[in-house]
């Protein structure tokens, strides 16, 4: 079965600080994958996306970028953290369009 | 863009009752998914329906999708309190579109 990993699960930054967050895949193959963040409990912005090693779509402008190195790995970094920037960041994964499981989820406090 | 408007935003009931919660769009998607999220922790999908019409059952959740493929309902009969949490419906646009829209959520509480 597939499974779906975030980590870390909390982190707390200061204000220009770099970030890196790491979300990994097991149990399948180029699956789709997408970076969202959540703010406070509600509905989900969808930030970026990648279909392939390489390939990533930003779906909005911001200081936040994102790589996919390997075919199951997708990461999302900034250079220097805003106050704005803290919130829950949730990693999916789509073996095809439309369908989407989602990680553990990571809570960014910027301070 | 596609929107998906959820309502109620909030929804408090005692254990026992039934309930339907509404997520609408004047777009059509190719499929549509139902998550309930919660704290702290990722949404979980509970059901993907594609075609208009279609009405799923888990359990005591009742998912239907309009028939113009444009908005879904989640019906939970007898709620527990097991049922509280975030549920957020998202759109597919389907083919070379990999990208899911998402509602804002209803926020179930039921209360003991």
């Known amino acids: 079965s597939q499974t779906i990993h975030q980590w870390p699960a909390t982190l707390v930054q200061p204000v220009g600080s770099p970030l890196s967050l790491e979300c990994t895949v097991e149990g399948t193959s180029n699956p789709n994958l997408y970076w969202y963040r959540q703010a406070a409990g509600r509905g989900l912005q969808l930030l970026f996306y990648?279909?392939?090693?390489?390939?990533i779509s930003s779906e909005v402008p911001q200081n936040l970028s994102a790589s996919r190195p390997q075919d199951r790995q997708f990461i999302l970094s900034s250079k220097k953290l805003l106050l704005s920037d803290s919130g829950f960041y949730l990693c999916a994964w789509s073996p095809l369009g439309g369908v989407g499981y989602f990680g553990p989820g990571t809570r960014l406090t910027v301070t | 863009t596609q929107l998906l408007e959820q309502s109620p935003q909030f929804l408090s009931i005692q254990e026992g009752e039934n309930l339907t919660v509404y997520c609408n769009s004047s777009s059509v998607f190719s499929s549509l998914q139902w998550y309930r999220q919660e704290p702290g922790e990722g949404p979980v999908l509970l059901v993907t329906v594609v075609t208009g019409g279609e009405v799923k059952k888990l359990k005591r959740l009742t998912f239907q999708f309009g028939d113009a493929r444009k908005d879904s309902s989640l019906h939970i009969t007898a709620a527990q309190p097991g049922d509280t949490g975030l549920y957020l419906c998202a759109g597919g646009g389907g083919g070379s579109n990999y990208k899911l829209t998402f509602g804002k959520g209803t926020l179930l509480t039921v209360n003991p």
């Open positions: 990648s279909v392939g090693i390489g390939q």
